[in-house]
């Protein structure tokens, strides 16, 4: 009886204690409410509203019947096109993630090398890609008639005979795709990048200085990269979304579906199940692996990467 | 103290201390990449300027042999036969785009100091939060977030097009990735000084974070100028700049040409934008003030 009383008054105590400490921030809170107030409303609920669709059966007509774990069951036993999915979204974050996120970092730091006027002009010239967003220039790029510019180009040069067709051949689809995905790829992680570069203390240069560092490599390794943590997790987790949810890319470049579904990724294969064939229900089960998978990655690279920075 | 004065000398003159070598070969290799990187944009505008004619020329040229802006004619006269002036996209279009960016700004700037630098009930939570939105991605999520807004009253409204956007996870992590490398003795002398956390936040931490907010605002302008109306809004007085020129390039007589106009007059605000703040960023020297 007396424990259970102490436990009552212990727990009331608590909760005293947090609402004192809630009360003595109500300025955090004040200054979090205007963005939380849109965030709840506009992402939060949304995202809680979908949960729950992976387990039911929603074509987005009829209010959605719950099936239990059926969906899943269907993906990852029948569903061979998943699992070719699942292959094609591995082989491409694999590729395009970290050749573009080691490319972000290295352009950012040369650029920052170089004197002011041209930094301007080099972060304008490979961040453009990402304001333009244009694909019908990579379809002439690379037609498949002899108009287009790449056979053309092979053509002129005699490396090949007769026009290749880039982007219907199954052998060519994936790598097209991944080509364009790189072109864009240097988004908001290497602008991040970009302005973290300029957030490092002039100070830290000239201490470093004088503690004998001369060449760029050694301020890369000592000063730059251990002051550059946040950003690099930003940029990380930028390009974790980025490869593994790419799919715009590939239907507005090869068609949708792709060729054999060369080019299929998880994302497209939702995409296609949710707006072709209204079944919501499953393309959101689909999108749940997605987002699992990418969470594990993202706490793998933020354990990584903090372990390196301290 | 001379020693000193030379080591802050040659410390200060860094760039020049280098060998110029270096610079040049850093030059030369991010010139090359940097040409095939804008080589798409470049044919872009060039395709743009080509008469309908050029279009199939073969071996297709990478100039334009008799360049013409009929193209850009052609998307003017499709956008002006509407029943509505362009003009009045164009004002939909800033007036969007302008209060997403400020808004966006503002809200995130604040909500960021304060998830970076002080630790209250929750805020580790809502640091996990942001990422979880960030990385959760569904087809599902537009769905919900319309039969939100319809019950909000938002749908065919114009507020539609500006609410959804205010709240950007992206932003706020950001921004607080970049406010917690600020000192926190920077924070606490504020605060001896008898400074509320609105005006930390403002005039003490902010005037520091231009390199991230000058990305934020390119970031916020860039989303925001893309907005289409989509399923939103149906009255053809709020429709926005991208959904009538998407309009107009799938409708144009000569696809392509048309096509690349639209896109190549899309353009050009998100690129002024750009080097407007990317020139304050790098004109910030980054200095705190405070040495940890």
Redesign the interface.
Known sequence: MAQKASAAEDRKKKSGELWKEIKKNRACYAMLAPFMLFFIVFTVIPVLMSLPMGFTDFNMVQRPKFVGLSNYATLFLSDKIFLRSIRVTLVFALLTGPVSYVLCFLLAWLINELPAKLKTVFTLVFYAPSLANVYTVWQLIFSGDMNGYLNSFLINLGIINSPVQWLTDGRYVLGATIVVQLWISLGAGFLALRAGFQNIDRSMYEAGAIEGIRTRWQELIYIVIPSMGPQLMFAAVMQIVGSFTAGTVAQNLVGFPSTDYKAHTIMTHAYDYGWVRYEMGYSAAICMVLFVVMYLLNRLISRVLSKYMD | MATVDT??L???N??AG?KIG??AA??I??FI??AF??L??Y??VI?SIKPVEEL?????KLYAIRPTLDNFRDMFRALSSNRVPFSRYVFNSVWVTVSVTALQC???S??A???AK?R??G?KL?NS?I???????????Y???Y???AR?GLIDNPLALI??S??S??G???M???I??VPDAMIEAAKVDGA???RI?WQVVMPNQK??L??LI??AF?AAWNIQTGTLVFREQYKTLPTVVTQAAASGLAR?GV??AA?VFM?VP??VI??LA??Q????????GI?E
Do not use: D, W
């Open positions: 080591v802050r040659k410390a200060s860094r760039q280098r270096g610079t850093i030059f290799f991010l990449l940097g990187m804008v798409p944009i044919l872009t395709m199939f020329v073969f071996p297709p503002i809200f995130s604040m909500a100091f304060v998830l002080c209250f009930p805020s809502i939060i990422v979880i939105a960030l990385l959760y991605q569904s087809n599902v999520i769905i919900m977030q039969i939100v807004m909000l609410l959804p205010v709240a996870p992206m706020l992590f950001l607080r990735q970049s917690s490398q509320g956390l609105f936040c390199p991230a000058m990305t390119i970031f860039q392509a096509a690349m896109a353009l998100p690129i750009f080097m990317q020139r960023v790098i004109e910030t020297m980054a200095h705190s040495k």
